[in-house]
C-alpha cells in the first residue's frame, strides 16, 4: 500500500537540510552570544584599565602637589605646577573614554572645550580679561592622536595666557578645529605681543614649545607659525588620524 512505501529520497534530503537548518541557526546563534560576551567582557576590561591609568596619574598629580608645597622657588614651582597640568591634560582622555561604547577614540570636540576651560581656569590671572573662542568640527579622534593634541593645546594656551598679554589687561585666544584639503587643521592664536622677529622653534630651549614639536612629529602633523598682530600655532594632521 501506499502508507507503507518507504520514502522517497526527495523527502529524506528535504529532512536532512531541515535539520542542518535548525544546527545552523543554532550554531549562528551561538557565535553570536559568544561574539557578543565577548565584546562585553572585552569593553569591560578596557574601562577597567583606563579606570586604573586614571587612578594612577591623580596619584601622581597629589605628588607633584605635595612636592610643590615645599618648594619655595618660584620658577622651580612652577614647574611642578606645569607638570601637574600635563598629567591632568592625560587624566581628561580617560575620563571621556569611560564615557564612550567605544574606547578607542573619543569625540575631540567635546575634550577639547572641557580641557581649554580647565587650562584658562588654572592660568588666567583675576586681573586680566583674557577671552578664549572655540570653532570646532564633531571629530572622533584614535586615544594617541587625541592626548598628544591635548598636549600640545596644553602648552601653547598657557604660553598665550602667560606671555602674550604681558603689558595689556585684555585679550582673545582662538582655538579651532577644522577639515580641509584632505587633513584635520587645528590652530591656536592670540592677538598678543606676537614673537620676537629671531623666534626659531627648532632652536628654542623653552621645555612647553619643545614638547610641542616633539608631539607633533610623533603623529605625523606638520606645525607652522605666524606671527602677525599676535601668535597662530597651525597644526595640520593627515586625514587618516582621525579614523
Do not use: W
Not at 119 to 147: F, G, M, Y
Amino acid at each position: 500500500m501506499i502508507d507503507n512505501m518507504p520514502p522517497s529520497n526527495d523527502s529524506i534530503n528535504v529532512n536532512d537540510k531541515l535539520q542542518d537548518g535548525d544546527i545552523d541557526a543554532r550554531h549562528k546563534k551561538q557565535l553570536l552570544e559568544m561574539e557578543e560576551k565577548f565584546k562585553q567582557e572585552r569593553d569591560s576590561f578596557q574601562k577597567e584599565m583606563f579606570h586604573r591609568f586614571k587612578n594612577n596619574l591623580q596619584v601622581i598629580t597629589s605628588l607633584l602637589n605635595i612636592q610643590s608645597s615645599y618648594v619655595k622657588d618660584e620658577d622651580s614651582r612652577r614647574m611642578f605646577v606645569d607638570s601637574t597640568e600635563r598629567v591632568n591634560t592625560m587624566a581628561m582622555i580617560y575620563d571621556k573614554q569611560n564615557q564612550t561604547e567605544n574606547p578607542i577614540v573619543i569625540c575631540f570636540d567635546n575634550y577639547l572645550r572641557n580641557l581649554v576651560d580647565y587650562i584658562v581656569q588654572n592660568n588666567n590671572s583675576n586681573t586680566k580679561d583674557i577671552r578664549h573662542e572655540i570653532n570646532a568640527v564633531n571629530l572622533n579622534l584614535p586615544v594617541k592622536i587625541a592626548q598628544a593634541c591635548g598636549l600640545i593645546i596644553n602648552e601653547l594656551i598657557t604660553n598665550s595666557l602667560r606671555h602674550a598679554f604681558l603689558n595689556v589687561n585684555t585679550g582673545n585666544i582662538k582655538i579651532k578645529l577644522e577639515h580641509n584639503d584632505g587633513a584635520y587643521i587645528l590652530s591656536v592664536e592670540d592677538n598678543g605681543i606676537g614673537l620676537p622677529e629671531d623666534f626659531n622653534i627648532e632652536s628654542i630651549d623653552s621645555l612647553g614649545l619643545m614638547l610641542v614639536r616633539s608631539l607633533a612629529d610623533q603623529i605625523n602633523g606638520t606645525l607652522d607659525i605666524i606671527s602677525i598682530n599676535g601668535t597662530k600655532f597651525v597644526l595640520k594632521l593627515p586625514e587618516q588620524s582621525g579614523h
